[in-house]
């Protein structure tokens, strides 16, 4: 909108200056004629008073072939400056003489090429060649398609030129400005259209937008060779018809109206005028330029009523817009119309352009402004969900929060059980069977002394495992060493510990601290009992690849047999705790002594 109200205040501003310079410069309004095919202005012929601009198909309708045109203007004194002689309109070239002589000539159609000139045309005449008197100008018309002759302005150059420039602006450099606009602005929305598929209505203002591009290339192409001016009128009349057509589909549905008929039968009538064209040739151009284009502008008018109607319902600003727009575009059309068919006068600009323009400006400017409000509306539904989504992870977090409280209270369930288990299995199962040999008096003082001495050391593992102060299982088993060696110092077995590569604190499962350490104990025992050893080795180490906390006991006794051991309660014990654990235990037992080894995965 910003760019069309700029191009509308120049054209005022441009016109201002050419009716300020008018006054200035001579404008000759009438003239005789004849009709005569000489190349230089004829002598000695009846010529017939006309007045300019004259448009044959209108005042001699029966005339055919080149004629001439002369008239006469004043120069009060000599000149000192240079003079433009200057035709609005000479759509077929011609030739122009001032006193008898050339002064200027614009190409005119032959055999091998196609003229329709739109740009005005200026001579200049040098001071030298004007009289001081009546001077006369000679014009030739070839009369080869429009057979017209507009009005000439004869003056000083300071006083013609601003009327030269303003002519040229109005019909050739808007022309051009709206082909770059228009095609550049198509290509956009078609594009931005196929790629993100948005509503119909983009892509319908993208073709209207295009034919109305391919439209106006006519009005700055003037030479074509003889097919291809005919060629360029089926593409006109197909521009013409597409624009129509399309701005009205894009009217209906921007009304909100159901009309699958009447869009079916307009479809149907924009390719017949062009089409009957191409086929039948040029002999049908008349009939063509008449009848095709009165049926456009019905189909304008339905247009026009449906944003009317549009405006009444919505009686919003774009609307009303719409209305304006297409108020002066239909305006404009018809005047066109009208123009081309000899019912203005022949020297006027054509000018639906500077309408079509408008309405496209304005439809895009709403276009525009959905498209905005669209993004506006997706940003803030994508607040709304990102909300949403901060909402939903606030719950989650506390479901989260609730879930780990349960499975927090499942494990201290869990827990206690496991230990009343291990209580029950070890304690508990070593007092009873403790108890039954005491009543059987299988039991000395010093058996009954043994077994309370296993029971605490059963219950001070498990506190030390379990407890839930305790700082790890290196405290663990630093405590079982400080309970063990006196006893066996005291059965003169020297107790050796050490450890590699173990960092200062190792966290490891209670249910496996508890099992490596009664693993440990089950060892010690053994040793104690069975093995006559001297030395026991014990070995804690951590290794990286795989992690794992490998635990080696080693003595030097005399050994066992595997088999044998195997049928009794300790090493099967101990193979049940590394399994519990996924703990992998390996024997070894020889002449030269013992070794256990166990290795619990770490993660």
């Not at 701005?247 to 039968?265: D, H, I, N, V």
């Not at 300790?570 to 070894?588: C, Q, T």
């Amino acid at each position: 909108m910003a760019k069309f109200l700029a191009r509308a205040a120049l054209l005022v501003f441009i016109v201002t200056v050419a009716q300020a310079a008018s006054s200035e410069a001579i404008r000759l309004t009438s003239a005789e004629f004849v009709l005569n095919d000489s190349a230089t202005p004829p002598r000695e012929v009846a010529w017939t008073r006309v007045e300019l601009p004259e448009r044959w198909r209108k005042t001699r309708p029966e005339a055919a072939g080149p004629g001439w045109y002369r008239a006469t203007f004043e120069v009060p004194q000599a000149q000192a400056q240079a003079w433009l002689v200057y035709l609005p309109r000479m759509r077929d070239g011609g030739r122009v003489f001032l006193n008898g002589e050339l002064l200027g000539e614009v190409q005119e159609s032959d055999a091998s090429l196609f003229v329709r000139w739109m740009q005005p045309h200026a001579f200049q005449v040098a001071p030298a060649r004007l009289r001081t008197g009546t001077n006369e100008l000679q014009v030739r018309v070839p009369g080869v398609d429009d057979q017209s002759m507009s009005t000439v302005y004869i003056g000083a150059e300071t006083a013609v030129r601003p009327l030269v420039d303003a002519r040229h602006w109005i019909v050739y450099t808007s022309a051009q400005v709206t082909v770059i606009f228009a095609i550049l602005t198509a290509l956009f929305v078609i594009a931005i259209w196929v790629r993100r598929r948005m509503a119909f209505e983009f892509g319908l203002f993208g073709l209207a937008t295009l034919f109305w591009g391919l439209r106006t290339v006519g009005f700055i192409v003037e030479v074509y060779s003889p097919w291809g001016w005919h060629a360029m009128r089926v593409l006109q009349y197909t521009a013409t018809g597409g624009f129509v057509v399309t701005m009205t589909l894009f009217m209906l549905r921007y009304s909100g109206l159901q009309a699958p008929r009447f869009e079916k039968a307009i479809v149907a009538y924009w390719p017949s005028g062009p089409l009957l064209l191409a086929i039948g040739g040029m002999r049908w151009h008349d009939f063509v330029d008449r009848y095709y284009q009165v049926g456009l502008i019905g189909i304008s008018s339905v247009m026009l009523a449906t944003i009317f109607y549009a405006g009444w319902r919505l009686r919003t600003l774009g609307a009303l817009a719409l209305c304006g727009g297409i108020l002066v575009g239909v305006g404009l059309g018809v005047h066109d119309y009208l123009l081309s068919q000899g019912w203005f006068d022949y020297e006027r600009p054509y000018l639906l352009h500077f309408g079509a323009d408008l309405l496209i400006l304005i439809v895009g400017g709403l276009l525009a402004d959905r498209f905005v409000r669209s993004l506006r509306e997706a940003e803030q539904a994508s607040a709304h969900l990102a909300e949403r989504v901060r909402e939903k992870e606030q719950e989650l977090l506390a479901n989260y929060e609730r879930l780990r409280g349960l499975e927090r209270e499942h494990a201290v369930t869990e827990e206690r059980h496991r230990i009343m288990q291990d209580m029950h299995d070890g304690l508990g199962s070593q007092l009873l069977t403790s108890l039954a040999a005491v009543e059987r008096g299988a039991l000395d003082r010093q058996g009954v002394a043994q077994a309370l001495r296993e029971a605490m050391d059963e219950m001070r593992l498990v506190i030390d495992t379990l407890s839930p102060g305790r700082e790890g299982l290196l405290e663990a088993l630093g405590n079982l060493r400080y309970r063990l060696e006196p006893r066996f110092r005291s059965a003169g077995v020297e107790l050796r510990m050490r450890y590699r590569d173990i960092p200062d604190r190792l966290d490891v499962p209670a249910e496996s601290a508890l099992q490596i350490l009664r693993v440990l104990q089950e060892s010690l025992a053994n040793v104690l009992k069975h093995s006559n050893a001297r030395v026991v080795d014990i070995e804690v180490a951590l290794e990286r690849e795989p992690a794992r906390l490998v635990l080696r006991i080693a003595d030097d006794g005399g050994g066992f047999e595997l088999k044998s051991a195997g049928s009794g309660r300790g090493i099967p014990g101990m193979r049940r705790r590394a399994e519990r654990i996924g703990a992998a235990l390996e024997i070894a037992a020889g002449n030269d002594g013992t070794c256990i080894t166990l290795a619990c995965p770490l993660s």
